[in-house]
């Protein structure tokens, strides 16, 4: 069109300029006759067709900087879809290409120009071709955007094509096709590393619950499942106060929500103390828990995590530490440490008069040596019950020593706290099962005003049971080791009747060899106690008529060390232990328990020893069959010098014909 309007315009001025001079002057007569007689016309004519051409040119001009204008443009779009690289190009309604960008003609490694005209199958294998066909049809045939993702030459193509109108009215295919290789790639990393994070929260020990904005529970680990009693399929969905029912133990402070906590504050927030979780079940757990909130990419506040995990036995445990750092194990009872607290905190007038119970446990020592730490500690127990039953529900009592126990009894005069302790005594004499202890001794101090500190009325408590301890010790001894007898003699009677026999006959014996009062009042102890020690041999084995075992002869030989412990605990007894212990040694040193041989083993031991196997084989309830005197003499004779003492052995043979 640029060059119709220019080859217009030379032809204009050329008819208007050049002609004239060229015409023959006789034509040029009779045209300016005719301009004469039309002159305006003519002038009209040539104004209008300078016009005309005026507006010709501009007309051009203008369309010239328009193209200039649309060429820029165009470049500058072919700049930008040649920069992006993602391939992009159109096809006409042949499938051929009329358009493609630099990475397209990249990817086929051929120029632009070079791609143009031809379709898919020139360019590539005839299977990737037929892919890319396929696609293009569909778009044809549906008129609709598709996307696809294709997978060619180790590469993964996401292809968006689509309908575009042409000049021609026909419809060809535009197409944006990105390599999203690496991007799948990541995306499969990411997708594994989420996965190995998802299974991590399902199964890591502590529970697991995401909650959104809206308070549902979109994630709910196994831990949690457990502990809250709710399963993921029934807990998706939920709002979350429906599964996890948090309580305060102390009724008297409302419970602070972690979760809500969290959306209000954007923080980590943690649970309270003495708070727990109910489960669906109906199960109390403590928790050890924390909330976090959760953001999106925006740095807004999408959900809440809350991480928990079951701290019950760590609780119980630290309660369990807590309780024994102010309570006695084996009793219940408040130690030394905390009695000495409420010592100094109920140390105030208020509280005047406050009386003092100081008690000591007569004989564990010795239940300890004869029937062991186990029936001690029982005793210890039944002592504390004792305590507990007697004392008011707000008085302190505590277990102040190994043996010894202390009352702390506010508003209370010295006349009550008096009747107290003789309730304690009834309460215990009532419990006492295999005891030896007589009682407690107790002593009692009180402070009336306040005067001095409370400390000296616990040492005036202390002082009044020693005192008492002291004047009952000989009594107290006689009780013990008449409880000993009697339990002894409980568990198995031939005991009694062997003790009885031995002492009567040891007695005689002792008599007929004109012994010392002195060793004659020895012997009648002795040999009434000798076997004092099987009162902790089994009961099983005291009334067994068949012949020991090696196990139960070596149980029933420790009982001579037992009945020395048990003697040796008691001053009136002191002086017989020994001879208690020696009288199963052997006048060959073969005997037990220290081998002692002849002399060295006391007489009244030797006496014993004799006078007992007498006694064994000749008893009607004898543990084996019953002999006569005569074989009995026979047998000590026989064991004469090896067992027995030969010289008080003929002595005793002669004493009993």
């Known amino acids: 069109m640029k060059k119709n309007i220019i080859v217009y315009a030379i032809m204009l001025m050329f008819f208007i300029i050049a002609v004239p001079l060229s015409i023959k002057a006789d034509i040029f007569d009779d045209i300016a006759d005719v301009f004469n007689s039309h002159g305006f016309i003519m002038l009209l004519i040539i104004l209008l067709l300078f016009i005309f051409t005026f507006i010709l040119f501009k007309n051009y001009r203008d369309l010239k900087n328009k193209n200039r204008v649309l060429e820029n443009f165009n470049k500058l779009r072919q700049i930008f879809i040649d920069a992006d690289d993602s ?109 190995k994070y ?24 196994k831990a949690a499942e457990r502990l809250t009693g709710w399963h993921f399929e029934e807990a998706e969905g939920r709002d979350y106060r429906d599964v996890l029912n948090f309580i305060y133990l102390n009724n008297d402070k409302e419970l602070t929500d972690p979760i809500e906590a969290v959306f209000a504050s954007g923080k980590v ?63 219940g009872l408040y130690n030394r440490r905390f009695f000495e607290e409420e010592l100094k905190r109920l140390n105030v007038e208020r509280n005047l008069p406050v009386s003092i119970i100081i008690g000591d446990l007569d004989g564990l020592k010795l239940t300890n040596d004869i029937f062991g730490h186990d029936a001690g500690d029982k005793l210890i127990q039944q002592a504390a019950e004792a305590f507990k039953e007697a004392c008011r529900k707000d008085d302190i009592i505590a277990r102040w020593g190994g043996d010894e126990f202390v009352v702390l009894l506010p508003n209370t005069v010295k006349e009550d706290a008096e009747a107290v302790k003789e ?52 009594s107290n001894d006689q009780i013990h080791i008449n409880n000993i007898i009697d339990i002894l003699h409980s568990k198995c009677a031939r005991e009694k009747t062997h003790a009885e026999n031995v002492y009567n006959l040891s007695v005689k014996f002792a008599e007929e060899l004109k012994l010392d009062k002195s060793v004659l009042k020895k012997i009648k102890n002795a040999s009434y106690f000798h076997d004092i020690g099987k009162v902790a041999v089994d009961t099983d084995i005291l009334n067994k008529k068949e012949f020991l075992t ?77 002999h006569s005197r005569e074989e009995a003499l026979t047998e000590i004779r026989r064991c004469a010098g090896t067992q027995f003492d030969p010289a008080l052995a003929e002595k005793f043979i002669k004493f009993i014909s």
């Open 269 to 331: 927030e943690k649970l309270e103390d003495n708070a727990a979780l109910i489960s669906k079940n109906g199960e109390k757990y403590f928790l050890d828990d924390s909330a976090a909130p959760i953001f999106d990419a925006n740095g807004d506040l999408y959900g809440v995590v809350i991480v928990f995990r079951d701290a019950t036995t760590e609780k119980k445990r630290q309660e369990k530490i807590e309780y024994l750092s102010y309570h006695d194990p084996m009793t």
């Open 198 to 221: 998802f299974r991590t929260l399902l199964f890591i020990g502590d529970g697991v619950i995401l909650v959104n904005n809206d308070r549902k529970i979109e994630m709910i680990n």
């Open 423 to 474: 309730r304690i005594n009834e309460c215990f004499e009532s419990k006492k099962a295999l005891a030896l202890a007589a009682g407690i001794s107790m002593g009692v101090g009180t402070q009336e005003e306040k005067a001095g500190e409370i400390i000296d009325y616990l040492n005036k408590a202390e002082s009044a049971m020693y005192s008492s301890k002291s004047v009952s010790r000989t």
């Open 87 to 195: 391939l992009i190009y159109l096809k006409d309604e042949k499938l051929k290409y009329i358009f493609v960008n630099k990475t397209a003609a990249d990817f086929y490694n051929l120029s632009k120009e070079e791609i143009i005209g031809l379709d898919d199958y020139d360019l590539t294998d005839e299977f990737f071709a037929d892919i890319r066909h396929n696609t293009d049809l569909k778009v044809m045939e549906t008129g609709e955007l598709v996307e696809e993702e294709v997978r060619w030459n180790g590469h993964i193509y996401k292809t968006t094509k689509f309908p575009v109108e042409l000049i021609s009215g026909d419809y060809g295919i535009g197409a944006y096709i990105k390599d999203v290789t690496e991007e799948y790639k990541l995306s499969q990393e990411l997708k594994v590393e989420k996965n």
């Open 550 to 626: 090696d196990k139960e002869y070596e149980d029933m030989k420790l009982h001579v060390s037992t009945g020395y412990r048990i003697l040796n605990y008691f001053n009136h007894t002191i002086d017989i232990a020994d001879d208690v212990l020696s009288h199963h040694e052997r006048w060959d040193g073969n005997g037990y328990p220290r081998g002692l041989k002849g002399k060295e083993i006391s007489m009244i031991a030797r006496i014993i020893a004799v006078v007992e196997t007498f006694e064994s084989m000749t008893a009607a309830d004898s543990y084996s069959c019953k």
